[in-house]
């Protein structure tokens, strides 16, 4: 079970330009988590999760922080709990039916209906594997991406994740689309990060 961590975010020439902080502690699913973009200055997060609800916070550039108080609408997620709730559905997934829940967003200060199945058997570095697709279940899809994720079905190891980042182009304010692996071994090419502090 995920309980907590950080994630760090660097440009191409190893500048660190975001930071997140996750806790799982209070939902498995919705982590109290805050994302800052320096490089856009702009943060948003979940500052804390009740039974009854889930207040989140957002600030964009120029702009009053803004914050709303969503109900508790289960099943629900949010942020990278969506891996939590797409591992704990992985049986029903894999038996080709569709799981349902509801995405909190914080930068959108609103939560959404999503539905998660599965699109077909792949290898993935020569394992067998599966790949997922996550779409919303509502009016949102007409502006939405879809998600595609890949999962080791046995131990529900997440391989692969294509679709909206947590990182924003500086012009647009939109979510960059990203492809982010999660391979046996580091590729080579990949740059040695610096060490936290």
Not at 31 to 55: M, N
Not at 125 to 143: C, F, N, Q, R, T
């Amino acid at each position: 079970r995920w309980a907590s961590g950080s994630i760090r975010y660097f440009d191409p020439l190893g500048k660190e330009i975001g930071f997140k902080t996750l806790d799982f502690s209070q939902d498995p699913y919705i982590p109290v988590y805050r994302t800052t973009l320096s490089y856009v200055d702009y943060y948003e997060g979940i500052s804390a999760v009740t039974a009854d609800g889930i207040l989140m916070v957002k600030k964009e550039r120029g702009k009053k922080e803004k914050t709303a108080t969503l109900k508790r609408r289960p099943p629900q997620a949010g942020d990278s709990g969506i891996h939590s709730i797409i591992r704990d559905n992985l049986p029903l997934l894999l038996s080709g039916k569709t799981a349902t829940f509801r995405l909190a967003l914080a930068g959108a200060l609103d939560d959404f209906r999503f539905k998660v199945s599965k699109l077909r058997d792949v290898s993935y570095e020569g394992i067998p594997a599966v790949e997922l697709v996550m779409k919303p279940d509502s009016l949102l899809s007409i502006i939405a991406d879809d998600v595609f994720l890949v999962y080791e079905p046995i131990k529900g190891r997440l391989l692969e994740y294509r679709g909206p980042s947590n990182l924003h182009d500086p012009k647009s304010g939109d979510p960059w689309l990203a492809r982010i692996i999660y391979p046996a071994q580091t590729p080579a090419d990949i740059k040695v990060l610096p060490p936290l502090d």
